[in-house]
C-alpha cells in the first residue's frame, strides 16, 4: 500500500518506538513485526475512555492520535491503534492491506457488526496477521493467516475456516477454546475506519461508549475491564473475575493499564461512574 494511504511519512517513527520500548533497528521483515507486535501490546492497552469523558468525536487522523497515544500516554479502541501502527508499518516498509472481524468473544455472536479492524502483512510469500488492538483475548505475536494456522506458546491461538468461507480466530484456553472474531480479508481502507468509528462512537448498541472498556496483554498476565469487572488471565490458568468498588474502578486505569490520564479526566471519569 502506498504511503500515501497509510501515511508513513507522517509518523514520528522515534516516538513510537520509545512509546513502545523498542530499542533495536527495524526493516521489513519478521523479526521486526514480531519485536513490533510484542512490545506494542505490551505497553499500549485498548481504551475507550474519550466519550465516557464527554467528547463527541474521537479522531482518526494520524496527528491526533498520535497526540493521543504517543504523548499523551493514552491508550485507543482498535481504529485508533491500526491508524497509528499502518502509518508505523508503512514508514518501514512493510507491504499489508486492511481486513476487519466480527467479534465472537464474550458475546458468542456470530453475525454482529465487524467493527474490529487489523492488518494482514505480506512477507516471502506468506501473509501474516498483525493484530495489536483486540485487547484481553488477542494476539500476542503476528500469526501466519492461512488454514489449519496455530500459534502455540504461553498464549495459544488457531485458525479454523468455516463453510463460509470465513476464517474464525480462537483463543485456546484450559477450559476450551474461546472464538475471538471471524474475519475475511476482504480489503478495507482508512474510509471505511470513519465509518466504524462513527458506529462506535455514536450508536445505541455500540459496546465501546456507555461503559468502561479497557484491555492490556501483558507476557505474565491479560486483564479486561468492562464497567466495573475486572477479569484477570495467565497462562495455563482459567480466567478469574472480581467487580472492584469505585474507588478501585477510577484507579484502574493507572495502576492494571498503565493509562495516563489527566486531572480534569480522572474528575470527569468519576462523575460518570458515580452516575445520575
Known amino acids: 500500500m502506498s504511503g500515501s494511504m497509510w ?3 507522517g509518523v514520528d517513527l522515534d516516538a513510537y518506538l520509545t512509546r513502545v520500548g523498542h530499542h533495536g533497528d527495524v526493516a521489513p521483515d519478521l523479526a521486526t513485526l514480531r519485536a513490533l507486535h510484542v512490545a506494542h501490546v505490551d505497553a499500549i492497552p485498548f481504551d475507550n475512555l474519550d466519550p465516557l469523558l464527554g467528547r463527541t468525536e474521537v479522531p482518526l487522523d494520524l496527528d491526533s492520535v498520535q497526540e493521543k497515544i504517543l504523548r499523551q500516554g493514552r491508550g485507543g479502541w482498535c481504529l485508533e491503534q491500526v491508524v497509528l501502527t499502518a502509518a ?23 453475525f454482529g457488526p465487524a467493527l474490529h479492524v487489523a492488518l494482514c ?40 475456516r468455516e463453510p463460509t468461507g470465513e476464517q474464525v480466530m480462537r483463543f485456546l484456553r484450559p477450559e476450551g477454546p474461546m472464538e475471538v472474531y471471524g474475519f475475511t480479508t476482504d480489503v478495507r481502507y482508512p474510509s471505511d475506519f470513519e465509518l466504524l468509528n462513527h458506529f462506535c462512537l455514536t450508536h445505541p448498541r455500540s459496546p465501546f461508549n456507555r461503559r468502561m472498556v479497557l484491555q492490556r496483554t501483558r507476557p505474565e498476565v491479560r486483564h479486561l475491564l468492562v464497567g466495573n469487572v475486572l477479569t484477570e488471565i495467565r497462562p495455563g490458568e482459567p480466567e478469574t473475575s472480581r467487580e472492584l468498588d469505585e474507588a478501585e474502578a477510577l484507579s484502574a486505569p493507572e495502576e492494571v493499564f498503565g493509562i495516563t490520564l489527566e486531572p480534569g479526566d480522572v474528575r470527569a471519569l468519576a462523575k460518570t461512574l458515580a452516575g445520575p
Open 7 to 9: 501515511q508513513g511519512g
Open 121 to 160: 502483512v505480506e512477507l516471502d510469500g506468506e501473509r501474516w496477521i498483525h493484530d495489536v488492538s483486540f485487547g484481553a483475548y488477542g494476539l500476542h505475536e503476528p500469526m501466519r493467516l492461512e488454514d489449519g494456522s496455530r500459534l502455540d506458546g504461553d498464549w495459544s491461538f488457531d485458525l479454523v
Open 88 to 110: 508505523v508499518l508503512d514508514r518501514i516498509g512493510f507491504t499489508f492491506t486492511a481486513f476487519a472481524g466480527r467479534t465472537r468473544s464474550r458475546t458468542g455472536k456470530k
